[in-house]
Structures are given as C-alpha cells and as structure tokens.
C-alpha cells in the first residue's frame, strides 16, 4: 500500500491533478480501507479527475455488500470527479495495478495482510502491464461503469428509472421528481434548446402517468429538505434550476397530495442533526429501479459524476444497503401530513 500511495502522489504532482489507477485483482479487498483513504486525500491534495478501471470478486461482493457499496459510494462521493469503471474479477487473472505511466505492480501472493509484489518504473514494461490490464478489465463483464451526460439523455435512462413500477430513491440534493404540472410546463417553456424541451415533456408525462402510481420509498436528509425549501434549487433532467418559494411549497404540497393518495409513496427523511456513520453522511443520490442502480454526485454539475450498473449482483448489492438504511434510527418515516408541517 505504501508504494501505491507514494506512487499516486507522484502522479498528482506530474499529471496536473488528472489521476488513471487500473487494476485487474480485488483491490478493495486486499487494500481495505486504505484505498478509500487514499482517495480522500488525493480529492483533498486537489485532484481534479481520477479514472479508475478496477476488478471486484463477485462472491466477496454477495458475503460483505456493505463494505462493498459504502466504498463505492465514498469514492464517488468524495471526489469532485471520478470516472469508475469496475469489472467482474476473473480468477485466472494475473494480479496487476497500474498507476498512469509511472507505476506498474504485479502481487504475488498475499497473506494475513502481508503482500509480496514485484514492482517496476520503466516505460516500456509499464506499457506492457497497461495494454494487459486493459485486455482483461475490457473482456469481463461490467459491474458498474461512468455514463456521460449526453449518454443519459440519449438513452433515456432517468426516465425508464421513473417509470418502473418499483423505486427506492436516496437524495443527497433536492429531491428532483414528481413537479406539479404547471411547474413542469414553466420548466419546459425556459428550456435551453429543444432537445431538453422535449426530455422534460417526457418527464412530465412519466411523472403524471406512472411515478405517481409507483411503489417508491423515498429517502431525503432533513438538512437538505430544510435548505431546499430556502433556497429553491434543484436539478432537473443535467440542468440546475432556481425555484421560487412558492413553487417550492406548491412542488411539496403536490408530493403530499400524492402519498395521499398512493398508499404505497413512502418517504423517509434522515434526522442528520444526530450522528450519522461516515459512509452514509457522504454518500451521492442513489437511484434504484427494478433493473438498475444510478449513483449520481451533483455537488458540481448535475450528472457531471454519474454511475450506473444493470449487472444483477450490483444491484441487489445496493437494494440491501438501502434496506439497512431505512431501518436505522436516524431514518424516520413522515406521513403526508408531516411533510406539510415543513411549510
């Protein structure tokens, strides 16, 4: 671990903050919450990308989902901008790791949290251990990968999530659905072109005619609601818009209406004025369908730093850290009526 992390600060200062770490063994697991740390600090040294093409042991995923999912969400949490792409791990895979041009590492064996490993700085065998590591994470299948904004809006992957039937829906931000008619009519008037116009007359038809009607659970801090409602800001389909107070209580009023009405609308709000664990306190916006997890972190740019896994395992992996989190408790859940008394 030593060597990886003295090789990442390298990195850092030779490559302008722009950071490529590979690796085609389980290095969450053999690196522990080291690696989580490490990522911490780089975002805290000022990295402003970091792409990672990484491996994980699907059994390993399925016996501890937690440790799995909460350094996921850290690392895309923390970081103002990370591409991370994560492959099923192929046994037979020789152990690699591969920091930019400047580090390659091969693991020989590793015991009781001892690592032998052979290591070198030339270029050409660097590039050798490149174009291997690409060849395997590239041939395996994908558990998780980074979508570009432009990717989402083509393949309308926000609005299949807001149209299934079931929908669990963690907001580390405004909580960006299920608008008032009129609000989404004002949305798709100032809209910046008409590709968007036309996304979001979509979105307000989904919103009408299936989210209404879905089983969702639904997950916001109390800080978030709270700063919601002062500052009116949220987005909305990779665009911020600025809400007015009114439209803001008109958008809650409408959501409690709805709960109303579908006994099967759950929200829950997170009291994080208590002590929170630290994975849960920086986690980004989970979206969960019942084919698909999103994991977007907007504190930039809206889907600017968004993931999505379709891969079974993944995601189920998540429904069940959701389902733990609903069950602490911090997590409250409000009745229509409650959700009224922000106002």
């Not at 990195?11 to 690796?23: E, N």
């Not at 309308?156 to 999530?161: E, I, M, P, R, T």
């Not at 909580?175 to 036309?198: H, N, Q, T």
Request: glycine share 2%; aromatic share 12%; hydrophobic share 40%.
């Amino acid at each position: 671990m030593s060597l990886t992390h003295a090789a990442c600060h390298q990195a850092f200062s030779l490559c302008d903050g722009d950071i490529s770490i590979m690796a085609t063994f389980d290095l969450f697991q053999l690196y522990g919450k080291g690696f989580q740390r490490l990522m911490e600090e780089l975002h805290d040294m000022g990295a402003k990308c970091i792409k990672l093409k990484l491996a994980i042991s699907l059994e390993a995923l399925e016996k501890n989902y937690y440790f799995y999912t909460t350094t996921i969400l850290n690392i895309i949490g923390c970081l103002d901008f990370v591409e991370m792409s994560i492959a099923c791990l192929k046994p037979e895979s020789p152990k690699l790791l591969v920091i930019d041009r400047l580090f390659c590492l091969q693991v020989l064996w590793a015991f009781d949290g001892d690592i032998g490993a052979a290591f070198s700085m030339q270029e050409r065998v660097i590039k050798k251990f490149t174009d291997i590591c690409c060849q395997v994470t590239d041939s395996s299948e994908k558990l998780l990968d980074s979508a570009e904004p432009e990717s989402l809006k083509r393949t309308n992957v926000q609005l299949d999530s807001y149209s299934d039937r079931r929908q669990w829906l963690f907001f580390n931000e405004s909580p960006a659905l299920l608008f008032p008619a009129d609000i989404m009519d004002v949305f798709v008037e100032r809209a910046e072109d008409k590709d968007y116009g036309r996304y979001l007359e979509k979105l307000k038809n989904v919103f009408e005619k299936r989210t209404c009607r879905s089983h969702i659970d639904l997950v916001i801090y109390s800080s978030m609601l709270n700063k919601y409602l002062t500052d009116g800001k949220v987005s909305v389909g990779n665009c911020f818009w600025q809400l007015s107070q009114e439209q803001v209580y008109d958008h809650l009023r409408h959501i409690s209406d709805i709960m109303k009405s579908n006994q099967q609308f759950r929200l829950y709000l997170i009291r994080d004025t208590v002590v929170l664990s630290e994975e849960l306190r920086k986690a980004p916006s989970i979206f969960l369908d019942t084919y698909s997890v999103n994991i977007e972190n907007s504190k930039n740019r809206a889907n600017a730093n968004y993931h999505i896994s379709t891969y079974p395992k993944m995601r189920d992996a998540f429904q069940k850290f959701y389902e733990d989190m609903v069950r602490q408790s911090y997590c409250m859940e409000l009745t229509a009526e409650d959700l009224l008394r922000y106002l």
